[in-house]
């Protein structure tokens, strides 16, 4: 089978294997794993912040994220397909108890303009705005990458207001290989920022969030009381580590494979891009083919390959470290034999 689902399929690579093995471990709840504390000030320093959070996952770092800047009852702006608005079970409502109200984005990126149309003045029927979350690079856009000088812009109009701004930079290291910037760039745009070590990065399970000193603090108290304070979390810092330093440099390689996939989809009668892939995310359209997208998947599933349905005739396709150019290429042909079913 070759995996397309999404780039959270990977398995760690023999060198993470072997730094589980060896990791020095201790109790981090009482703050003694040196293998996580290691994992949190490296993500720190690399994203530019005071301090950082390792968290189980992307969900809860963004959950823990807006627990930490919100209070109940206060709105949360965010762009109408984000991840957390879109993807994490109504967390913030069911959590955090905000409200959201959702701006459209174009690729991902909200207008600056709309969204200090949204921030709320003091009024007594107004809820506070009490976050503004971005997403770099966009999931639902298709690997969008967010530029900088638009978080820039929708940072200072945050910042004039008084409202914090969260990113949910799950996938923040491809954005900043398709962009050719630090990821301190996008990061110094926002208040806190949450990073997944399990995507393209192929660690096997975590993210960090990062941010201020204090921020960090609380989130470290809202993590224990979601469950989230583990022992001897040293055995999944340690692959963590090896993801956040070493496998950045590689995630052109995934770009460069989401291209060659692309154009040869595009190629294929009856099927179309939803839009052209920025970094390793693929959005197919199948309406062509008369078939949805579940079909599409089901057929595709039956030729080895594995894919995603992303809507009623949008089938997603995600390249990652364990998926080569040779598997590239078995992939579009059961691709361009199930089109022509
Ligand atoms: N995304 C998953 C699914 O949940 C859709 C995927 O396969 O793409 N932010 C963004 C932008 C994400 O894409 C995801 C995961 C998360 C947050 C949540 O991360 P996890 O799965 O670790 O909770």
Redesign the pocket.
């Known amino acids: 089978m070759i995996d397309l689902?999404?780039?959270?399929v990977t398995k760690p690579t023999e060198e993470m294997r072997k730094a589980m093995y060896i990791a020095d471990v201790g109790d981090d709840v009482y703050g003694e794993d040196p293998t996580v504390r290691e994992l949190e000030e490296t993500a720190a320093e690399i994203l530019g912040k005071e301090a950082a959070l390792f968290v189980t996952?992307?969900?809860?770092g963004?959950q823990i994220a807006v627990l930490t800047h919100c209070r109940p009852g206060q709105e949360l702006l965010l762009e109408e397909e984000?991840?957390?608005f879109y993807?994490?079970s109504g967390a913030v409502a069911a959590l955090a108890g905000v409200q959201t109200r959702t701006i459209p984005g174009q690729r991902g990126a909200m207008d600056p303009q709309d969204v200090l149309n949204a921030i709320r003045t003091e009024d007594i029927h107004f809820p506070e705005t009490g976050l503004i979350c971005l997403?770099n690079?966009?999931?639902r856009a298709g690997g969008a990458v967010v530029p900088v000088e638009n978080m820039k812009s929708i940072y200072n109009i945050a910042q004039a207001n008084r409202v914090p701004v969260h990113l949910?930079g799950?996938?923040l290291f491809n954005a900043a290989a398709a962009a050719g910037v630090d990821v301190k760039e996008f990061a110094k745009n926002t208040d806190t920022v949450?990073i997944?070590l399990?995507?393209g990065l192929g660690a096997p399970v975590g993210?960090i969030i990062a941010g201020d000193a204090e921020f960090i603090t609380t989130a470290r108290k809202w993590r224990k009381r979601l469950g989230g304070g583990m022992r001897q979390a040293g055995v999944i810092a340690a692959p963590g580590l090896i993801a956040l330093t070493k496998m950045k440099d590689r995630l052109g390689e995934d770009q460069w494979n989401a291209r060659i996939l692309a154009e040869a989809i595009e190629a294929i009668p009856g099927m179309k891009l939803a839009r052209q892939p920025e970094t390793n995310i693929i959005v197919a359209d199948v309406e062509g083919l008369n078939m949805t997208s579940d079909i599409f998947v089901e057929r595709l599933r039956a030729e080895g390959i594995i894919s995603?349905t992303f809507g009623p005739t949008f089938v997603r396709f995600?390249t990652h470290y364990d998926v080569n150019e040779d598997q590239i290429q078995k992939a579009i042909e059961a691709i361009a034999k199930v089109a022509r079913q």
């Open positions: 689902r999404s780039d959270t996952s992307g969900t809860q963004n984000s991840h957390i993807y994490e997403e690079t966009h999931n949910d799950a996938r949450q997944c399990s995507k993210s995603g995600v």
